[in-house]
């Protein structure tokens, strides 16, 4: 599996970084295996990736031991550098990500969204299902928060000794979810009506008006 990274901006541009052309292939070679950690947790100052790799042990003697064991010693993690893939004051024009041919941020209504979080919160909320983790984001959403919604409004009636208010709720929410209380409040309107078009079965990429920049 390929395992590209792929930014695509509003203006058309789309970033590819491929991590297999810097990693060499041979048990000895300078860099045997690239490693990169998308920083999704750090957007506000930008989309950056940190770079690292894999090398054997300074002192490994390939004649000594030619398939590249080492006796079961790890190879060193080195880290390299930082690769910015988009400025703080870019970020706002990127509309997706995707690595290794899979979907990590998703634009919606204008936020960007982490997909893999919201899919955590969903599965936690209502059961750690393997089809839930293939949702597209605007159903793995449109079930995400209101079954967070009900987890979290119990938690803070049992922490506070009474009911709170939807605005502590929706606070609660976003702030596990890592959208806005504003998404949240809409999601959970928009799920109360019963839009259509919104369901387990409707593909994120094929739905209009979610991905809009309002």
Request: with cysteine; net charge negative; hydrophobic share 40%.
């Amino acid at each position: 599996m390929s395992a590209e990274i792929v930014v695509s901006y509003a203006d058309g541009r789309v970033k590819v970084v491929d991590p297999a052309l810097y990693t060499s292939g041979e048990p000895f070679g300078a860099n045997v295996l690239s490693e990169l950690t998308v920083r999704l947790d750090r957007l506000a100052e930008g989309l950056y990736v940190e770079v690292g790799h894999h090398e054997p042990p300074s002192d490994a003697d390939p004649q000594e031991d030619p398939a590249g064991r080492f006796s079961g010693r790890p190879y060193m993690l080195v880290d390299d550098c930082h690769l910015c893939l988009a400025e703080a004051d870019e970020v706002g024009g990127v509309i997706s990500l995707e690595a290794g041919g899979r979907r990590l941020l998703s634009r919606v209504f204008g936020e960007l969204v982490c997909v893999e979080r919201v899919r955590a919160a969903l599965c936690e909320a209502r059961g750690d299902d393997s089809a839930l983790q293939e949702l597209g984001i605007v159903s793995a959403l449109y079930l995400a928060v209101p079954a967070v919604w009900a987890r979290a409004a119990e938690d803070l009636a049992a922490r506070e000794g009474q009911e709170v208010g939807d605005d502590a709720v929706a606070e609660a929410v976003s702030a596990e979810l890592g959208t806005s209380a504003a998404m949240v409040r809409r999601i959970r309107s928009m799920a109360a009506d019963e839009v259509p078009g919104m369901g387990e079965d409707v593909p994120d990429d094929e739905e209009d008006g979610f991905y809009d920049f309002g």
